[in-house]
């Protein structure tokens, strides 16, 4: 299964966006990109997934590149709040199903 | 919607005492997984459920844990005897069937053994 690549660590200033890049060169056809973040002291919080359209919910923008080998997800008007761990996933299969493995994602800083 | 509901909250034990962990998911879910989080090893997968039934259980460290889902309602992760080296955050998650649906989290477990 696709390994994805994040940087470690990115900040952001309050109000503007938030771009987050993950790197996922051996995705395979079928596979999913999912983002998901960790507020501290919490469980990790789903925001969006995307198979090679770009996607937009209430949280977050999903753009995939054409060739499916990178992903950024975009915060539009960052928030304090939205200061957690960003995780960016592509589905492990097991039994059929899919099973989300986490990397250590990117530490998103949001600073006033 | 109640979320995933974990219990306790908190856990301080001893080493060598015997430590259950609770997990109740999501209504309507089928799938159920038990992850560990550390600092050294991040969020890993211990086991995974369908239908109550274990499917995946290759991330359970050794014998001295285990985990069991009595009915589509109730989980649990026991570790006996706890050591030291078993102090992380132990979170619980729920999935409605279809392999692409999202993973939903409860707010874990933090486990101090002692």
């Known amino acids: 299964d696709a390994k994805t690549t994040q940087p470690p660590s990115m900040d952001c200033a309050e109000g503007r966006a938030a771009n987050l890049p993950c790197n996922h060169s051996?995705?395979?056809?079928?596979?999913?990109v999912y983002w998901y973040r960790q507020i501290h002291s919490q469980g990790p919080q789903y925001i969006i997934h995307?198979?090679?359209n770009n996607e937009t919910n209430e949280m977050a923008s999903l753009i995939i590149t054409e060739d499916r080998k990178s992903s950024t997800l975009i915060l539009p008007h960052a928030t304090l709040r939205d200061t957690a761990v960003y995780y960016c996933i592509v589905r492990v299969a097991s039994g059929g199903s899919y099973i989300p493995t986490f990397g250590r994602g990117t530490s998103l800083i949001v600073h006033p | 919607d109640a979320g995933v509901i974990q219990s306790p909250r908190h856990e301080v034990t001893e080493m060598g005492q015997e430590v259950t962990l609770r997990c109740k998911p999501i209504?309507?879910?089928?799938?159920l997984f038990w992850y560990r989080q550390t600092m050294m090893r991040g969020l890993e997968l211990l086991i995974y459920f369908n239908n109550n039934v274990p499917i995946d259980d290759s991330g359970m460290p050794e014998d001295r844990f285990s985990a069991k889902m009595p009915n589509a309602s109730f989980s649990t992760l026991k570790i006996q005897p706890s050591e030291p080296r078993d102090s992380a955050v132990y979170f619980c998650a729920s999935r409605r069937d279809g392999g692409r649906s999202p993973l939903h989290f409860g707010n874990g477990t933090r486990l101090t053994v002692t």
């Open positions: 209504s309507g879910h089928n799938s």
């Open positions: 995307g198979l090679k």
């Open positions: 051996t995705i395979s056809g079928n596979e999913y």
